[in-house]
Antibody
Framework: QITLKESGPTLVKPTQTLTLTCTFS??????????VGWIRQPPGKALEWLAL???????WYSPSLQSRLTITKDTSKNQVLLTMTNMDPVDTATYFC???????????????WGPGTLVTVSS | EIVMTQFPATLSVSPGESAVLSCRASQSVENYLVWYQQKPGQAPRLLIY???TRATGIPARFSGSGSGTEFTLTISSLQPEDFAVYFCQQNNDWPLTFGQGTKLEIK
C-alpha cells in the first residue's frame, strides 16, 4: 500500500521560510520513472502545482515560484522536502505531496496524494 | 504556460442522471490530460489519465474522452458519492497546470 503524509508548521509568519516534509511508504524514489510532487490549494480555490523531483534527482519548478522553492529528497528516510522562502499571507493553503507513478501512460500525473497539511501565514 | 479552463463552474444534476464536465486547454496537450475528484476535506483522487483510461479501482460509470484541446468527463448514473469537485490537469508540458474545477452538486 502506497501512502504519503505531509508534515511541517501549521503557522508561519510573513517573510519566514517554510519547510515541509513528505514522508512516504510503499514505493521507492530510486525506481526509474518515479517522482514526488508538491501541489497546494488555497482555501476554496483551485490546485496549483509547485514542484516535482524525480528518481534521478531531476527537479522541476513552477516558474512563478521557482525563485522561492527548493525540493530535495532523502531516499534513506523515504522523504521529500519542500522549502519555500519569504512566505506571504497569499501562500496560505493546504499543501499536498503526491506520487508521480513511474508506470507507462501516467506521465506527470499524481496518484495517490497525501492528506495535505494546512499552512497559515499570519503575523 | 498552458491554461486549463473548466466549464461549467457548477453543475446541478439529479442522482441517477448523467453529468458531462468539460475541460479546454489553451494549446494542444495531445492526450496528456488527467481528471481528479476531490471531496470536502480530502485530497484529490485520480480518476482518469491519458484522457480516457480509468485509474485503478475507478468505477466504469466514469469515462473520459477528447484529445488536443477539448476534453470531457462523463459520469453516468450519478451516485450520491459522486457529488464533489472535479479538476482537470494537463501533464504534457511544464509547468503542470490545473483547471479551476467544476463543482458537481445535487439538484
Amino acid at each position: 500500500q502506497i501512502t504519503l503524509k505531509e508534515s511541517g508548521p501549521t503557522l508561519v509568519k510573513p517573510t519566514q521560510t517554510l519547510t515541509l516534509t513528505c514522508t512516504f511508504s510503499g514505493f521507492s524514489l530510486t525506481s526509474s520513472g518515479v517522482g514526488v510532487g508538491w501541489i497546494r490549494q488555497p482555501p476554496g480555490k483551485a490546485l496549483e502545482w509547485l514542484a516535482l523531483i524525480f528518481w534521478d534527482n531531476d527537479k522541476w519548478y513552477s516558474p512563478s515560484l521557482q525563485s522561492r522553492l527548493t525540493i530535495t529528497k532523502d531516499t534513506s528516510k523515504n522523504q521529500v522536502l519542500l522549502t519555500m522562502t519569504n512566505m506571504d499571507p497569499v501562500d496560505t493553503a493546504t499543501y499536498f505531496c503526491a506520487l508521480r507513478p513511474g508506470k507507462s501512460g501516467y506521465k506527470n500525473s499524481f496518484d495517490p496524494w497525501g492528506p495535505g497539511t494546512l499552512v497559515t501565514v499570519s503575523s | 504556460e498552458i491554461v486549463m479552463t473548466q466549464f461549467p463552474a457548477t453543475l446541478s444534476v439529479s442522482p441517477g442522471e448523467s453529468a458531462v464536465l468539460s475541460c479546454r486547454a489553451s494549446q494542444s496537450v495531445e492526450n496528456y490530460l488527467v481528471w481528479y475528484q476531490q471531496k470536502p476535506g480530502q485530497a484529490p483522487r485520480l480518476l482518469i489519465y491519458g484522457a480516457s483510461t480509468r485509474a485503478t479501482g475507478i468505477p466504469a460509470r466514469f469515462s473520459g474522452s477528447g484529445s488536443g484541446t477539448e476534453f470531457t468527463l462523463t459520469i453516468s448514473s450519478l451516485q450520491p458519492e459522486d457529488f464533489a469537485v472535479y479538476f482537470c490537469q494537463q501533464n504534457n508540458d511544464w509547468p503542470l497546470t490545473f483547471g479551476q474545477g467544476t463543482k458537481l452538486e445535487i439538484k
